[in-house]
């Protein structure tokens, strides 16, 4: 028979000796408030579960793309961590922003990785863009035919339905965890 070893109890952690192989609390009384305590948990989580499947099932198409932009620009910030402003090359400022080349007004490049570089917020907000010097700096990270190619096509619509912004929203996610952690 295996020898029974002394455990911390899982509701008051006193240390305590195990009476059975699976035995987790020291006492009967505490068993009972170890099993009202994950039950109140259980509940917890079911009702967060249900407010969250409410929350989702009243948003509307213009709620996803908020909550879209939000996760693209945190991905374009972690993916450019180590740059400079796209526009005047600053590295040490307060804040910076995921800046557009091609304003996110139109739509067909708003999420386009390549139109969208990690930018101070002196050049976004106040010089509108510093868009000469970004322009110099997206040809030489990108190349003149891709950065042609998005001032070309800015007219063009972007028609995104919600499951794809959901799509997204997880892609980009996943791709902020990776370069967190890789």
Known sequence: MAKLNKR????????????????SVCSP??????????????????VDDKVKGMKESLMKRSDYVKLFQSVFN????????????????????????AGHYIASTYQYHRFNPDNV????????????????PYRIELIKRIGLEQVEYIENTRHMMLEITIP??????????????QLKNG
């Open 29 to 46: 009384t505490c068993a009972i408030e170890r099993s009202y305590e994950l039950n109140l948990t259980k509940r917890k989580k079911e």
């Open 164 to 177: 794809e912004i959901k799509e997204q929203i997880i892609k980009y996610k996943q791709l902020i965890k």
């Open 117 to 132: 570089h990690k930018q101070c917020s002196q050049c976004n907000t106040h010089l509108r863009g510093n868009l000469i």
């Open 8 to 23: 911390l109890c899982k509701n008051c952690k006193k240390e305590f000796q195990k009476t059975t192989p699976l035995q």
């Open 74 to 97: 945190a991905y374009i910030r972690q993916r450019d961590k180590d740059l400079g402003c796209v526009s005047c090359g600053k590295t040490k400022v307060e804040e910076f922003h």
